[in-house]
């Protein structure tokens, strides 16, 4: 199974992103690395222009959408796991989801994720591949792809589609920690994170070779974030942030 179905990501994500310090209770000193979620989009996205079409690809649970959503934009939130769509889909509806947070072995506390203080109208949630978007999706003022690329198995293929997914002028904003892994991205497909010809490639040298044709890097930035297992096991990763503007009129 997709472990993106799972029961334990699901819990997971859903802390991640909806958690409050309380409840995801991290070790002194990682405070720092919380609220990623809110983050990449407060952090990473900058004004957008009145009526502003957005699109989380990757959305997980949805909150970077929602925070999307509070900038004024209409924004759609696409992702894979079907799951993870019900959970953001349900927390739009209904303004609350109901979830497990895993403490230790078999127990656990109960929780409710609540959605962000925005016009759930302005917000829709898909299921999709960012590999293989609709063709009718039309083009956003900024789209946002965290820690997205190193989940799929042809980052690449989704990267030929950004350009025509970015209005002139608009933003694409790519985090990730660049954990590449064989069991989601055969070796072939890495972005960076390898040596040719005797010289190390890393990831953002990947990224330019296909983006820079049709944007500018405007900023890079390293973005912490902390993703709680149980009580007594947190990952702490530290994405790199791209940020770019669609040049205008190519
Ligand atoms: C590491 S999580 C990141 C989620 C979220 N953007 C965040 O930063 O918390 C990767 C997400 O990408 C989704 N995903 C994996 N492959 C995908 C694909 N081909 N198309 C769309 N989403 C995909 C997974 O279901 C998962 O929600």
Redesign the pocket.
């Known amino acids: 199974m997709?472990s993106?179905?799972s029961d334990k990501?699901l819990g997971e994500?859903l802390l991640?992103?909806y958690g409050s310090a309380a409840e995801i209770a991290p070790p002194p000193g990682v405070e720092y690395a919380l609220d990623?979620?809110v983050r990449?989009v407060t952090e990473c996205v900058g004004a957008l222009p009145t009526g502003a079409r957005a699109l989380?690809?990757?959305?997980?649970?949805g909150?970077?959408t929602f925070e999307l959503a509070r900038l004024g934009a209409t924004a759609t939130g696409?992702?894979?796991?079907h799951r993870?769509i019900d959970a953001a889909e349900t927390i739009r509806r209904d303004g609350t989801f109901g979830y497990y947070r895993a403490d230790e072995g078999a127990l656990t506390t109960r929780l409710v994720a609540r959605r962000p203080d925005v016009d759930p109208a302005r917000v829709s949630f898909e299921v999709?591949?960012?590999?293989?978007l609709r063709d009718d999706l039309g083009d956003f003022d900024v789209v946002?792809?965290?820690?997205?690329i190193?989940?799929?198995?042809a980052p690449a293929r989704?990267l030929v589609r950004v350009p025509s997914l970015v209005k002139p002028g608009g933003q694409l904003v790519i985090?990730s920690p660049y954990t590449w892994l064989a069991e989601?991205t055969p070796w072939t497909k890495w972005l960076g994170g390898f040596e040719r010809h005797d010289l190390r490639v890393a990831t953002l040298d990947g990224l330019r070779a296909v983006l820079d044709p049709h944007f500018d890097l405007v900023a890079v930035k390293d973005l912490p974030?902390l993703i709680r297992e149980h009580a007594r096991k947190f990952q702490l990763s530290i994405?790199q942030a791209s940020i770019w503007r669609r040049h205008d009129g190519d």
Not at 78 to 81: A, G, L, Q, T
Not at 128 to 132: E, F, I, P, R
């Open positions: 997709n993106y179905e990501l994500y991640f992103h990623y979620a990449c989380d690809l990757g959305c997980a649970v909150r970077s696409i992702d894979f796991s993870f999709g591949d960012a590999m293989a946002l792809a965290a820690n997205l190193d989940r799929l198995a989704f985090t989601f974030f994405a």
